[in-house]
């Protein structure tokens, strides 16, 4: 685990970024937030700043003499027309517009290099707190013949669309891909399968795997995957028998309530790397 009395979050203020930044509290003396989005949040050491603001961005950091950031949470894309020269962003233009035209995994990776040619260190959250992550002893073994088939089936074509710097999710049920993630995100995604398996007149038949794994050439500092409560209930309304996911890469809000509805549910949570 990192040690140190400064730390940063940078993102978006929802729910797990919310309970996140609750966590550090107890293990760090003096933690802020930088939250980038538009809805202003009125808490204590939580910093309102506009995304393309990075030279007050920078000078919040070493003003509380952070050195390590985290970026957790999810950040609405911004709107170009309220772009401003603050006299650092512009430094960077030229690397953020080529990332833009390359995908997201760019952007991200762009967005770090900034922030470590600046004197900090990005770190994964995994770094800080393992209540947000599942264990090996937390998931099950894969030994379900079908469930195999569609895990791998599933994880090969999300390696094979990293390329393109799109999905981390897919739904595959009896060797069947019938539903990838598209711009929508994973809740949607299994909202069209419930949909979908409808239509194939299957959905009484529990079958059937979600995988959501970070893209393949991804940073894993930033942007993982992320499931909870919400997905678990998803699932289950899709009538599939689980998910799987790389443990070490996804972080989980609720542990300790996703794995009671993944009990109650009868569902298995898999590990993509086994």
């Known amino acids: ?15 797990l970024s919310k309970s996140f930044f609750r966590e550090i509290k107890k293990k ?17 050491n939580v910093f309102n ?8 961005i920078l000078q919040l950091l070493n003003h509380h003499k952070i050195k390590n950031i985290i970026f957790l949470g999810k950040i609405s894309r911004p709107n170009l027309n309220e772009f401003k020269n603050d006299g650092e962003i512009e430094k960077y233009l030229p690397q953020l517009f080529d990332s833009f ?7 991200l990776s762009t967005v770090i290099n900034i922030f470590t040619e600046n004197g900090f260190k990005v770190i994964s959250p995994n770094k800080v707190s ?29 390696n094979d669309l990293s390329k393109y710097d799109n999905a981390q999710s897919a739904v595959c049920v009896n060797g069947y891909i019938i539903a990838i993630e598209a711009a929508e995100g994973t809740d949607s995604l299994l909202k069209r399968t419930q949909i979908i398996r409808k239509k194939l007149k299957q959905i009484n038949m529990k079958a059937g795997l979600l995988t959501k794994i970070p893209k393949k050439n991804q940073s894993k500092l930033i942007d993982l995957p992320v499931i909870g ?43 993509a790397t086994v």
């Open 28 to 44: 760090y003396n003096s933690p802020i937030f930088i939250n980038v989005n538009s809805k202003t949040v009125n808490f204590k």
């Open 130 to 158: 393992s209540n947000f992550f599942f264990t090996r002893n937390d998931l099950n073994k894969l030994d379900i013949l079908s469930d195999k088939i569609d895990s791998n089936k599933s994880v090969k074509i999300l």
């Open 101 to 107: 035209k390359k995908g997201d995994g760019y952007i």
């Open 1 to 15: 685990m990192i040690k140190s009395s400064n730390i940063c979050i940078i993102g978006g203020y929802d729910s």
């Open 49 to 56: 700043i506009n995304i393309f603001q990075l030279k007050q």
């Open 229 to 271: 409560p919400k997905t678990i209930h998803l699932i289950n309304r899709a009538n599939l028998n689980g998910i799987v996911i790389n443990p070490k890469y996804t972080m989980v809000y609720e542990k300790a309530k996703t794995l009671k509805l993944k009990d109650f549910y009868n569902l298995k949570i898999y590990d």
